[in-house]
T-cell receptor, first 114, second 114 residues
Framework: DSGVTQTPKHLITATGQRVTLRCSPRSGDLSVYWYQQSLDQGLQFLIQYYNGEERAKGNILERFSAQQFPDLHSELNLSSLELGDSALYFC?????????????FGNGTRLTVT | DQQVKQNSPSLSVQEGRISILNCDYTNSMFDYFLWYKKYPAEGPTFLISISSIKDKNEDGRFTVFLNKSAKHLSLHIVPSQPGDSAVYFCAASGNSNSGYALNFGKGTSLLVTP
């Protein structure tokens, strides 16, 4: 158990809809990261937050947004969903904001857009 | 644009033998490399890392080798055990000052047979 909790585990929704994925980091971890794993793709970095502030941005679509709350949990909002958004979405956390802080991943949320 | 490449989607090794997983990268700015292991229905877990100032890092049965001139790294598992059967992801990062965006390969599925 990595200590990172993601909810829900599975989500099935229709095109055009909006969903919110939730992540609770390990106790004491200040950084939260979101990754997307589509079929046949590696983990694609979406965005990182550190102590409530956005720190790094990857190939995150404009239809996607995220935030980290004062209690350090994070939410990833996906809107105007398309079939291609179907993927596994992982949240990870780390203590700090440096290369010496390995990421600890949650078990992911599997999103299916029909 | 895949900056971290794992060209072997799968590898099968007999128990007790050496497993060698390979990874190539294209971005010469990468200076920190990691291997993650992933079991089905779980998130990736950190295995071992290496900084670009080293060419080898060892942790028990796991050793990572880095060849900067070839932009190549490899993970050696000796001796391989059935419990090592998992998907192994290579990851790299070069953004040490303003965030921590790991670039992942697509993974190599290792099967260790008894």
């Amino acid at each position: 158990d990595s200590g990172v909790t993601q909810t829900p585990k599975h989500l099935i929704t229709a095109t055009g809809q909006r969903v919110t994925l939730r992540c609770s980091p390990r106790s004491g971890d200040l950084s939260v990261y979101w990754y997307q794993q589509s079929l046949d793709q590696g983990l694609q970095f979406l965005i990182q937050y550190y102590n409530g502030e956005e720190r790094a941005k990857g190939n995150i679509l404009e239809r996607f947004s995220a935030q980290q709350f004062p209690d350090l949990h994070s939410e990833l909002n996906l809107s105007s969903l398309e079939l291609g958004d179907s993927a596994l979405y992982f949240c990870a956390s780390s203590v700090g904001n440096s290369l010496n802080s390995p990421l600890h991943f949650g078990n992911g949320t599997r999103l299916t857009v029909t | 644009d895949q900056q971290v490449k794992q060209n072997s989607p799968s590898l099968s090794v007999q128990e007790g033998r050496i497993s060698i997983l390979n990874c190539d990268y294209t971005n010469s700015m990468f200076d920190y490399f990691l291997w993650y292991k992933k079991y089905p229905a779980e998130g990736p877990t950190f295995l071992i890392s290496i900084s670009s100032i080293k060419d080898k890092n060892e942790d028990g049965r796991f050793t990572v080798f880095l060849n900067k001139s070839a932009k190549h790294l490899s993970l050696h598992i000796v001796p391989s055990q059935p419990g090592d059967s998992a998907v192994y992801f290579c990851a790299a990062s070069g953004n040490s000052n303003s965030g921590y965006a790991l670039n992942f390969g697509k993974g190599t599925s290792l099967l260790v047979t008894p």
